[in-house]
């Protein structure tokens, strides 16, 4: 069993940045698929990022604006959040999966966090 915490959301002006953090108990997090979901009021949750094997992916929309990380003694995957859109606003899901295939689908997930918000103003 893997709990997840994230923080870090929060309200910022559009080109700003944020660091999402998602902290694990329970387990390693190094033996796990993790990812990063976003979702919005009457959508489905969407693949933002994943780290897997030591590779990262990107959903095309953030590719070159976010990067994910992990700190194995800290046992914590960020997402770092730069050049931030009106449309980047969601709530921000950490997720940990035991199987790394299919990264981009939320099925793949075991594991969920409580969500963290942001906001982008324009």
């Known amino acids: 069993q893997v709990q997840l915490i994230e923080s870090g959301g929060g309200l910022v002006q559009a080109g700003g940045s944020l660091r999402l953090s998602c902290v694990a108990s329970?387990?390693?997090?190094?033996?796990?698929?993790m990812g990063w979901f976003r979702q919005t009021p009457g959508k489905d949750r969407a693949f933002v990022a994943a780290?897997?094997?030591?590779?990262?992916y990107y959903a095309d929309f953030v590719k070159g604006r976010f990067t994910i990380s992990s700190d194995n003694a800290k046992n914590t995957v960020y997402l770092q959040m730069n050049s931030l859109k009106p449309e980047d606003t969601g709530v921000y899901y950490c997720?940990?999966?035991?199987?790394?295939?299919?990264?981009?689908?939320?099925?793949?997930?075991?594991?969920w966090g409580q969500g963290t918000q942001v906001t982008v103003s324009s």
């Open positions: 329970g387990r390693t997090l190094s033996a796990y698929a």
């Open positions: 997720a940990a999966g035991v199987d790394p295939w299919g990264l981009e689908m939320s099925e793949t997930y075991d594991y």
């Open positions: 780290h897997s094997g030591g590779s990262a």
